[in-house]
Each structure stands twice: as C-alpha cells, then as structure tokens.
C-alpha cells in the first residue's frame, strides 16, 4: 500500500508526467526496504486502476489521461446547507435495500442536503459511469453500496487517494483505507453461531452465496468460524456449503419459491451431513431456502434442525418470529451521511470505519440439541 500510495501521489501531483518512465522494481524495492514481489503487486494494482502501463523489457510508465475521465475533487472550504449529493445501490429488489435508500434520503434532508439516487444494477461498469456522472453532475459527495465484483472498482479507489468526499456503505475494501459505515457482521456472526453452541449443538453449518469480494459475507464466515475456534470445535470443511449465486437465491424473497437446482444441493448437503444439528445462514433468502428444503424431506426445524440467519428486522416480522440476526439500518443510515457531511467539511481527515452492532432475535427456528449423535466426523 505505501509503494502503491507513494507511485499514485506522484502522479497525481503531477511529478511523473504521462509517459514518463517509473522508477524500476529493483529501486523501488531497495526505496521502501521490501522484496520485488511487493513492488510488483503495488504497480500491478496501478495497472488494473489504469494508472501505469507496462511494456515487456523496458518497464512501468505513467498512462496518458484517458479521454471522458473526471477532474479528481478539489477540497471545498466551507460545509453550506443545501448541498447535493448522490447514493448509488446495486439494486431495490428487497426490504433491505429500500430501507437503506429511504433512511439515506430522510438522513440527508435532515442535514438540509438533496439526495440524488442512482442503481448500478449490480454493474461495476454501470458503477463507475455513474460515479463519472454524477460527479460531472457536481455532486458534493458520494455514498456507495459497492456492487459484489472479481475485484474493486478503480474509480472508487481513485477517488478515494485523491480524497473526494465518498463513504461506503454495508460493504468495504480490504487493504484499501475508505471511510465507510458497515453492520458488525463478525462479531454478529459470532454471538449468532454461539447462540447454537450454547443451545448444545456442536456439528454447525454455514450455508452462504458466494462470498468473494463481498466483504459482508466473508465477515459472517469469519465470526462462524471464530466462534467454533473458541468453543475448541474443529472447523469441518465438509459443513461449509457457499458457492450459490446471489441472484439465483435472491429468487425466494422475490417469488418465494425456491430456484430447483438450489434446492436440489441443499438437500443433498443435509443428507450428506446426517449428524449436522444446526446451520448458520449468511443472509434470510439462505436461511428462508434451508428451512423449506429441509421440511421438504422430512427434517424438521428446529428439532432436527436449528437454523439463525442474518436479516433486516421488518423482513422477518412478516414471516413466523424466527431466530436471526438484525441490523440496526435506521443508525447506519445516520452514521453514513454524518460521515459524509465530516468528510465533505474536512476532505484530508483521517478515513474512518464505522461498525453498527446487531442484535439476535430469538425465535422458534432454534431449540436445545435433542436429537442426533453429537460425535464429529473423523
């Protein structure tokens, strides 16, 4: 990150014009005391962010400025009401997500702020051109439910070095420092997965959409697993079921049926996995989907099995009270656009992150372990 901070601040400043010539890995490497693979893996992120370009035996040098790209923000001096500013979101296809938009709004009209709401439609492309516009709209500053994506949107980290005034929310960078406000998915997933523990179960599932590059679910993985760590209970890869595609299991909550294919792999993970009490659901169209899939073949919730997923309040409200995980959307709305106004004040303060505890709900999807031999699969 310093090798990689250092190249783009001076190109930025205008040091390293387009086309010059970086200095090479070797004295970069000896610059900053670390190996060549580090150096590598600094200009390489450069690359991808179209900053610096390679060529074969001769090096790295400085892109020319691709036509359309946006001015970087210049710092405005005085934070005035009436200012503008945009809240760009994968989609409103859930309770979730509409209740982010509608807090956000609320929260920026308080502050005596417009907001301007743009949906990416879960498209990194569609992401950064709207960035582009709405930048170009002259928006004082940006909140940004990063889309899922094989990587991070550069024009997000772009701006993010140069200090225009964005906030993540509900998601976050690893190893890029953005200010953003996210709900405390480990340790929400810990005290969830350590809810069956103390209900007795000891062969506990996590089912999951896939969770790479979402840093929401790679969370809820973690605390499952830090959960089972602390009750010395080894982690059995063969209980970890997380490659299903959003979308596809995003299918529940919008037609409440199922997608056949999820179905089908789920049962077969719950006859694979007899001995299994109790399973950890990354989000509720997880959990909606294990509870009906398991039904379905005769295993019975919650004496067969336990199940406690995360959730936004209102959504379980509608269903039979279940167990779940809730988060507190109403303070992370408030907390995101506070973060903002701050950061449209003073661009150069230090980036902050920003957890918003959970709280668990304990319904009639978990009961003490009555059932089933208790011993782990060797």
């Known amino acids: 990150m310093q090798v990689r901070d250092y190249v783009y601040d001076q190109i930025n400043r205008g040091n390293w014009k387009p086309n010059d010539r970086l200095p090479s890995e070797k004295e970069l490497s000896e610059q900053f005391n670390v190996s060549r693979i580090t150096v590598k893996k600094a200009l390489s992120e450069l690359t991808d ?149 103390q209900l007795g179960h000891r062969n506990v599932g996590v089912v999951s959409t896939y969770p790479k590059w979402t840093t929401s679910i790679e969370d809820r993985i973690e605390g499952y697993e830090r959960a089972l760590s602390d009750a010395q209970i080894p982690i059995n890869r063969q209980y970890r079921l997380d490659h299903f595609n959003p979308e596809a299991m995003n299918v529940v909550l919008r037609e409440g049926v199922i997608v056949p294919e999820i179905k089908k792999e789920i049962q077969h993970y719950l006859r694979t996995n007899a001995e299994m009490t109790a399973v950890f659901a990354t989000n509720i169209a997880v959990g909606l989907s294990i509870i009906a899939a398991a ?3 005769g295993i019975r919730v919650p004496d067969d099995l336990s199940i406690v997923y995360y959730d936004f309040e209102p959504l379980s409200l509608l269903l039979s009270k279940q167990t779940y995980m809730t988060q507190d959307v109403p303070v992370m709305v408030h907390k995101a656009v506070e973060l903002l106004m701050a950061v449209i004040s003073d661009p150069q303060r230090k980036r902050e992150r920003v957890l918003i505890p959970s709280k668990l709900v304990k319904g009639n999807t978990t009961s003490a372990i009555i059932h089933k031999d208790q011993s782990p699969i060797g």
Do not use: W
């Not at 492309?125 to 004082?140: C, T, Y």
């Not at 929310?169 to 997933?189: K, L, W």
């Open 49 to 197: 962010m179209g900053m610096v370009y390679r060529i074969q035996g001769r090096g790295s040098f400085v892109s020319s400025d691709q036509e359309g790209e946006p001015t970087l923000y210049k710092s405005l001096t005085n934070l005035q009401t009436g200012y503008c500013v945009a809240f760009l979101i994968p989609r409103l296809e859930n309770t979730y997500t509409a209740n982010l938009v509608k807090g956000i709004e609320q929260a920026c009209r308080a502050a005596g702020m417009n907001m301007i709401l743009a949906i990416t439609n879960d498209s990194q492309e569609e992401e950064k051109r709207l960035i582009n516009e709405m930048i170009q709209i002259g928006v004082n500053g940006i909140i940004i439910f990063p889309v899922d994506g094989e990587g991070y949107n550069e024009q997000i980290v772009k701006l993010t070095m140069s200090n225009y005034p964005l906030v993540l929310i509900d998601r976050y960078f690893r190893g890029i420092e953005t200010n953003n406000v996210c709900t405390d998915n480990v340790t929400g997933a810990y005290d969830a997965t350590n809810h069956l523990l």
């Open 295 to 297: 039904e379905e073949i």
